[in-house]
């Protein structure tokens, strides 16, 4: 059975630094683009960051760049994301996800991804 497990959420003031992670297990993701979405209260999840198979390329939404950076690391099955200067507009729920045809490249869209992980959140206090 497949399973993707954030963790590093929090509560953390403006200005500040989190690094979440996502640990992937029953089965290898070392061949599969990956990424990141959040959902704040009330509104859609939306995307984040993506990151290609071999990590080599990322992509970020405009609301998180400069500020957000995904990487991984395939020998431990696991993805990350560090993000500085938060802002409150940050506080949401973050998830990861995980593509499940081999070797594509930098996915926006949610319907790309077919395993998701169950959250973690992350609040942002000003």
């Known amino acids: 059975q497949v399973q993707l497990v954030e963790s590093g959420g929090g509560l953390v003031q403006a200005g500040g630094s989190l690094r979440l992670s996502c640990v992937a297990s029953g089965r290898t993701f070392s061949s599969y683009a990956m990424g990141w979405f959040r959902q704040a209260p009330g509104k859609e999840r939306e995307f984040v960051a993506a990151?290609?198979?071999?990590?080599?390329?990322?992509y970020y939404a405009d609301s998180v760049k400069g500020r957000f950076t995904a990487s991984r690391d395939n020998a431990k099955n696991a993805l990350y994301l560090q993000m500085n200067s938060l802002k409150p507009e940050d506080t949401a729920v973050y998830y990861c996800?995980?593509?499940?045809?081999?070797?594509?490249?930098?996915?926006?869209?949610?319907?790309?991804?077919?395993?998701w992980g169950q959250g973690t959140q992350v609040t942002v206090s000003s």
């Open positions: 990151i290609t198979w071999s990590g080599t390329s990322t």
């Open positions: 996800a995980a593509d499940k045809v081999p070797y594509r490249g930098i996915l926006t869209r949610q319907i790309s991804y077919d395993y």
